[in-house]
């Protein structure tokens, strides 16, 4: 029951093929046998969404192999030709000019050209058409507009030079407007048309999604591994929630691909199978912290929280040695422009911690060892998402945390909250909760902004969990944002997540990843780097 | 004309209970904190935010949110005598679509293992009751432990041993007969206890009755004894714990479901309760409401037949 | 609903009955340990539950470590130990609020008749047909996972078999000889039900409360399983399940011996109950 992965897969994939290292990024595998055509994957996924396409990653996953993008990323984070083959930017920074790729067709038969283009632009913005794709480029887009049939221009409303890379992400999928009208909601959901390299050939709700091949394939990336359609005949995408299933059904051949690989059964993957293992960009799973109401509202206390659990031991013990460790709350460390100075802050010094709590007044201690301040206890009310944010494995990460605070006096409450209380909105309000970890992926540090932009009454951000507003911080990213000059948005990007840090508004823990595990016969299955999107167009079987 | 009566009251009764379910559940749902365009906002982006009233407006003026609950509810139930279980709002698609799907493996896995755990029970009780001490001891040994296992837990560890160390069966088995072994034997083995220890009672006691001790003066063999007597009376119990045991394997079902990663209404109602898709969830009760009421009609049924004179509603 | 015969069959009893049989004995035994575990399980062990020591993480059962230990190197035995209390007193606790709902609904059933009962029956007919686990599963997400909301959500979900067969036992006692000679005898109604009707109709049903504790503690445990018992680090069993889950291939202790006390205490109970229900004599379901 694991929601979400909104990651970015970042090039990564240090993998051990066959013992052997491959120098390709995020690819499984390029060497060996001989090839075949033909044949069916079978994809072992572990959530199945509402619809094939939408803002949640889930959806991103599966709507890639169906819809193309007008760009791509590739390994290195270069932006690359897709659906447009080219494009210019207007010297003020807030013209984007695409020439779309000539003959692309929909499989519904209708032509790929730019008022297609434009029409799924205004779809996500003006239409409910796409959230997450929305709130990526929101207060800069402007308007798509058709040039003439191969040319579309959007325009920004200030410059913005994240825009290329967030619109890599699988949410800015392009669909066939004339389907979309034409056809039923439950159409649309089910089997969205697109021009990619699969198409939906069914449904099995609660089984698996059969993809088919789609033979007229012309329009892969420029970083695909080969041209031309897909090269298997079939995908069967397989929803198997259970780990233990999930993990054993590749040692006997029911499915080539795993997501998720457990923890637990990593190193025995390594030696038996390909495997990939994505950091992705983004906020990496950290802690908001509640500086607006409760004990955290002083940065004393919030800083004594930073270091007085072994964050790094604990990261090491729950995910087994296999997920690494983010001190950085702000940024993972694969998102372009994270500062691994930043990161370094807050290592494990309960002395510190206890000096701060006691500089903080939190002096006196009651029978269970707790601190307290005028007679109130140092309590820490920790919600987090359990089952599908925390699996099991992050979970005895928070317990061991939780132990570890217990030793300096806070007595920090684990509060696992069900999948329809967080998105239902009871752990919204700043006196339900005092700490909770959470991440959100991306491509681009512009991510600082839409999670910390500061919340006012005419305009809230209800993404900003830590109630933190800072005017400093806010001017910094909006900087960084329109900076063109990459190395100098860098800087300035390192300085957000600095104030972020020093605050310690966010206290980091772990990068969220995607692990896959590959059969060894099967080859040049790969990430795209945005959002570690599998693609399965290049893949081959081996004899 | 008073048979036609009687069978027209219980019909009527059987549909208010099936709406009455499905009523409860209706506004059992609108007690979860929190709010339902909030909730679908959130399970669209991945998110745990609040949203602006702004970006709420088009869910709540398309599946009426704001709407009084009272008229929300009125709504719902004229849909229903229509046959309309309503839209998912999740899945985009009608409600008996939704269950449609996933209603035959679930079906097909709770009553073969109610099929199962008879057959199980029923062997067990004919081959061990009063055959000696050991013999009997170890009967309801096994029963009362059989009993007592959690089906989640049988699951695990038969899916651990059977299919992934002995390979004998697919993990990933969907809904093929070859895999719908292990799941059915999760939810039959546990049951097949219950209905063991019940029979067992019975069938105890049924041996002692005269009319047994009759028959086998008449020279009857042991084995028919108990077959054509002591059986027919001895599974009556039995047999009305299979209608309660329906429900239970519903929920049993669930859990099977999820470890099995096999289609069914258990692994919909999961997600639907935790996505607050309102209608699926009532959708699913009313139906497996439904079938238990049916479910105990067949029960009665079968008494009668088995029973003749309970067939004039001695009951 | 055969066995709800009243007044119950007379037995002889043999001698032999009396004396425990040795099944009997061991689910005494383990139970009574269950019990002390719960009370006072620093008396069993001296080490904490919670105690993490990421120097030792995931040993297999040995002198030292004899469930072994999970992957925050905390001893599972001490775990075990330490979850007790929890695993009984949900089951317990369960058990008596589904009895506390039973008693008064079957009550106020047979003893009104007429359209309450009609009304009592229909209720308990509609919770009858929804399966416990979306009764639990709602209970759930409208009060978030908790201790009493485990409680709360097993007990409701059984509480409806009880009123049935709460209601079955007070009209069969009702109708029992000795009712109608109190009555002729002129004692007042309230007398009557408090002194005979309340203890026959529920003494039967002792043993039932004994084997519906075992099936709460399996059944809470299904919850825990699901993710949505009482929150950690507590060590009850069903969320030390749902921890060994993932570990039942590499580490299989974690899955496998939490898994087997479950079924030793629910077997010993359940033996204790029918042990006790072949004494009194009594209602099966």
Redesign the interface.
Known sequence: ?T??R?RVALAVAALLAGGALTACGGAAGTSGGAPTTGGTIIY?HVQ?P??IF?????QAYISRQVLDGLVAMADDGAVKPWLATEWKVSPDGTKYTFTLKDGVKFTDGTPVDAAAVAWNFDYWENH?GN??AK?SIDPYYKAAKALDATHVEISLNKPYPPFLPLITQGYFGIQSPTAFKSRT??EN??KPIGSGGFVVKEW?????VVLTKNPGYASWPANARHEGPAIVDEVRW?????????Y??L??G??HVVYEV?T??WK?AQARYQTIRYITPGKPVSFYINTKVGPFSDKLVRQAFAYGADRK?AV???F?GVIPYEGNPAVSQATPGYDAEVAKAYAFDPAKAGQLLDQAGWTARDAAGVRTKNGAPLTVKLVY???FIFT??G??V???L???WKQIGFDV????????????????DPSTFDATP?YWTSPSSAILWIVWRPSTPDN?N??N?SFFNNETLSQTIQQANGEADAAKANDLYGQAQKIIQDDAAGIGLYTQNSTYAVARNLKDVWLEKSQGEPVFSDAYFTK | MNQVWRIAVKVAASVAVIVAAASVTFFAQLA?????A??L????????????AQ?LA?LNERFGFDDPILLQYLHYLGGLFQGDLGTSY????PVA??IG??LP?SLILTVAALVVAWLLALGMTLLTVRRGRFLSGLGSAWEALTASLPHYWVG?VL??VF??QL?MF???G??SAWGSVLPVLTLAIPLAGFLGQVTRDEFVQVLRQPFVTTARSRGMSDLGVRVRHVLRHAVLPAITLSGWALGALVSGAVIT????????IG??L??A????DLPTVSGIVLVVAAVYVVANLLVDLAYAAIDPRLARGAR | MSALSWPLRARAWAWRDRLPSLGTTLSLLVVGFVVIAAIAPALLTDRSP???D?TS?LLPPSWQHPFGT????RDLLTRVIYGSRLSLGIGIGATALAFLIATVLGFAAALSGGAVDAVITRVIEVAFAFPALLLGLLV??IR??SLATEIIAVGIGSAPGYARMVRGQVLAVRQAGFMEAAAALGHRRLPIWRRHLFPNAMRPLVAVVTLGIGQSIVWASGLSFL??GV???SPEWGALL??G???????WWLEILPGLVIVLVALSVTALGRTLQNRLGGASR
């Open positions: 029951m929601r979400s909104r072992g199945e509402p619809c939408g803002g949640w990653i889930q409910g959230s997450t709130v909601e439950k959901c089910e099995k709700h609660g089984e698996e397989k929803f198997v929630a259970d780990g233990v299933s999930r054993a059904s040692s006997t029911e499915s457990p637990v059964n025995d031991a090491e013990a729950g087994h998402g359990a089952g099991q494995e979970s005895t928070l317990q061991v939780q132990e570890q409450k684990l509060i696992p909250a069900t999948q329809a209380e967080l998105w239902g909105g009871k752990y919204s959470s809230p209800f993404s969990r | 979860v904190p929190g709010d339902r909030t909730a906002m959130n399970l669209q982006t991945g998110q745990e935010k609040l949203w602006t970006e088009p999740t899945q985009k698609r679509d939704v799907g996933q493996p695990v899916l651990v299919a992934v390979r697919p993990i990933i969907g809904t479901e999820n470890i099995f990663g096999r289609p069914g692994q919909v999961v997600t309760v935790n996505t607050r | 919670t105690a993490i990421l993480t999970d992957d925050a190197g759930i997400t978030g996972p993710g949505l929150p950690p680090p749902d921890a889950r993932l570990h039942i291939t590499t580490s």
